[in-house]
């Protein structure tokens, strides 16, 4: 897709209902999942909850996700769902040894368990020594659960 283009296509992704061996042609029907809202679009954050949820973020909505598409009634607002929780954040984590989920917008930051927001929030990011605002992305990566923040990329 190229932006000076106009509009992207509209995209939809083919999931089979069942595998095929080769050159075998399945009669089951397949299903088409509409994925113009985050496929090939970009997203804010995406995360597992410590209860092992996946949820992905955009804007102001969300998207539970399911091992291979999006979860029925979904997406929905992040207001609706995550007490507090502003629109367009710029980067989440969870930190597993901890359970905690945060959540980073400009220069605050919030934590949640699950869902459940953590009273006293949001905080000032510079909690978080050496964290600039406006991060891009952060993730949790290695057998040693160490955290990863990334700005200006």
Known sequence: YNPTQGSPPTTTT???TRVNTPGERSTEPTVLIPTDELCGSKIDAMLQTSDGSPYVFKGDKYWMMTDDSV???YPRKISD???GLPSNIDAALTWKSTGYTFFFKGN???RFTD???SP???KDISNWQG???N???AIEWGKDGDLYFFAGS
């Open 131 to 133: 964290l600039p605002g």
């Open 120 to 122: 006293g929030y949001p």
């Open 115 to 117: 869902r459940s927001p």
């Open 71 to 73: 979860a029925p009634g």
């Open 14 to 16: 083919e999931i089979p």
């Open 108 to 110: 605050q930051y919030w």
């Open 81 to 83: 769902s995550w007490p």
């Open 135 to 137: 991060l891009d992305a």
